[in-house]
């Protein structure tokens, strides 16, 4: 059953703590992404990552950090320098080869809620 | 600077009618448009997408439109069921295809 999954589902954090969240994808895709999710407002991206070893700054990238050493997994650090951790965060993938019909398509997972206390 | 704009936070609409949510971008560079739907505390899911070329594609009860010269895209839903209640976001893909970018979404309701 192919996918993404995203764990914790909901975590928990001391300020000045640093967290890493989860995000593996068994679909074989190239590109993977991370969003963060504010109410009211819509996909902020943080980091991406088109393959492996290789990795971008998004729009937010300011007090996260990210690792891509395998093609499955791009996993999250939130350190103690993002001033605003307390969000819904989103992990997403995609075929990056454009003779994939879901080309354009970026799959998401379930998605973890941090919560800074 | 948002690219990607859903000016209506919210719309409601009787079971069994229209929903029709509008999305408009600012960047000429954009060649592919999704919708997403998303239910709280979960990942979105793909709906339902248009390429630049195309000014309307359809599936089952979703049809997207696509006006270039107005930079203006529309989901139309009908008839709207109750189960359609959820935030639907706009999303673009432009030059480079860096990553797809999101409008602030739209929640919608549809009263039973």
């Known amino acids: 059953d192919g996918g993404i999954t995203q764990s914790p589902k909901y975590l928990f954090r001391k300020e000045g703590q640093n967290v890493t969240l989860s995000c593996e994808q068994n679909?074989?895709?190239?590109?993977m992404y991370w969003y963060r999710q504010d109410p009211g407002q819509g996909l902020r991206l943080i980091y991406y990552?088109?393959?492996?070893?290789?990795?971008q700054k998004g729009d937010i990238a300011e007090g996260y950090s990210v690792s891509r050493e395998k093609k499955e997994s791009f996993p999250l650090t939130v350190t103690s320098a993002q001033k605003n951790p307390t969000a819904f965060y989103l992990c997403?993938?995609?075929?990056?080869?454009?003779?994939?019909?879901?080309?354009?398509?970026?799959?998401f997972g379930p998605g973890t809620r941090l919560t800074v206390l | 600077d948002q690219q990607v704009k859903q000016n209506s936070p919210s719309l409601s609409v009787q079971e069994g009618r229209i929903s029709i949510l509008n999305c408009d971008y600012t960047?000429?560079?954009?060649?592919?448009f999704l919708w997403y739907k998303k239910y709280p505390a979960e990942g979105p899911t793909f709906l339902i997408s248009?390429?630049?070329?195309?000014d309307k594609n359809e599936d089952g009860r979703f049809t997207v439109f696509l006006n270039k010269s107005a930079k203006h895209l529309s989901l139309h839903i009908v008839p709207s069921q109750p189960g359609d209640s959820a935030v639907y976001f706009c999303?673009?893909?432009?030059?480079?295809?860096?990553?797809?970018?999101f409008g602030s979404g739209t929640r919608l309701q549809v009263q039973p």
């Open positions: 997403a993938s995609r075929h990056s080869g454009q003779v994939f019909s879901s080309y354009n398509e970026q799959f």
């Open positions: 679909l074989n895709h190239d590109a």
């Open positions: 990552s088109q393959i492996v070893n290789d990795f």
């Open positions: 960047n000429s560079m954009f060649d592919y």
């Open positions: 248009i390429s630049s070329i195309k």
């Open positions: 999303a673009a893909w432009g030059t480079g295809r860096r990553a797809l970018t």
